[in-house]
């Protein structure tokens, strides 16, 4: 399985903005074969700091997604805001344990 995570860091005057495409991609990319897991997240102590969450079944499924239609509404609709930086990783999945 493969993970994609980061953090994207946008002016406060695009938070809004970008809630919105990041409401709408989620919902289309978790309705994609092989994705198991797609969620934004919003810093409680910096708001204009936004942390991306993604598992897919494989390599395959993350290339399916990256060719979709709602993937181009995305980019396009980030290159229209203010967007300070974006660091987006993936890496595979190892083994899991509970915490503690």
Not at 26 to 39: D, I, K, L, M, V
Not at 85 to 95: A, D, H, I, L, Q
Request: aromatic share 8%; glycine share 8%.
């Amino acid at each position: 399985m493969l993970v994609v995570t980061g953090i994207i860091e946008i002016d406060e005057g695009s938070v809004a903005a970008a809630k919105e495409l990041a409401v709408s991609m989620g919902t289309a990319s978790r309705a994609e074969p092989g994705c198991h897991a797609y969620a934004f997240y919003q810093d409680l102590e910096d708001p204009t700091r936004i942390r991306i969450y993604e598992e897919w079944e494989d390599q395959a499924a993350l290339d399916a997604h990256f060719a979709m239609p709602h993937m181009a509404t995305f980019i396009e609709g980030m290159g229209e805001l203010s967007v300070k930086s974006m660091n987006v990783v993936k890496f595979e999945r190892g083994e899991t344990s509970p915490v503690g």
